[in-house]
């Protein structure tokens, strides 16, 4: 299945893309695209228990179960005044 991958701040610097349609096996959850993520650049596992994520534009934990065609944000810490 394919799922449209929208980073954000340093996620996006983690990288060489802003959003990236990858493709999962069946029954991938957000956690898988973290794994992607991770496999793509290791130096994700230290943000990940930090990163928040959303499927299409809802809040969600790393079990989250996706289906073809979702997006998923992946919403690094915010601060601000």
Known sequence: MNVKVLLFSI???LTDFEEKTVTLEKGATVDSVMDYLIAYNPE????????????NQEYTGL?????????VAVIPPVSGG
């Open 63 to 71: 079990n989250h179960k996706l289906q073809d065609g979702d997006e």
């Open 11 to 13: 996620a996006k610097d």
């Open 44 to 55: 994700f596992e230290n943000w990940k228990q930090v990163f928040r994520f959303a499927v």
